[in-house]
């Protein structure tokens, strides 16, 4: 499997952005997928997760209630919505799989993960 993310940019506060990530593969309805982002000179956290069959997520609380993550399994894509976006979103965007649908709690450290996107970089202006 592979993954690519897409869909960052410079944009100014208070407006949204939708990334996308997509998956090479046919284990992609498979696997539990995640997004973390890394800002300037900070290590890499937990923004969010999705079930495999997208009926279950979990959100770092920095971003609940603006950011949502949804999938498309026919398309081998997992979207980030980031809405409302403050200049502390500013960071580089990470999609990650985990492999299998259990997801029972929300595993938010990179470990936690087996197969990562190249980044996305968004950049809010104030």
């Known amino acids: 499997v592979q993954l690519q993310a897409s869909g960052g940019g410079l944009v100014q506060a208070g407006v949204s952005l939708r990334l996308s990530c997509v998956a090479s593969g046919r284990t992609f309805s498979s696997n539990v997928m995640g997004w973390f982002r890394q800002a300037p000179g900070k290590e890499r956290v937990f923004v969010g997760v999705i079930s495999c069959g997208g009926g279950r997520t979990y959100y770092a609380d920095s971003v609940k209630g603006r950011f949502t993550i949804s999938r498309d399994n026919a398309k081998n894509t997992v979207f980030l919505q980031m809405d409302s976006l403050k200049p502390e979103d500013t960071a580089v965007y990470y999609c990650?799989?985990?492999?299998?649908?259990?997801?029972?709690?929300?595993?938010?450290?990179?470990?936690?993960?087996?197969?990562w996107g190249q980044g996305t970089q968004v950049t809010v202006s104030s």
């Open positions: 990650a799989t985990r492999r299998g649908c259990e997801l029972a709690y929300a595993p938010v450290g990179q470990s936690d993960y087996g197969i």
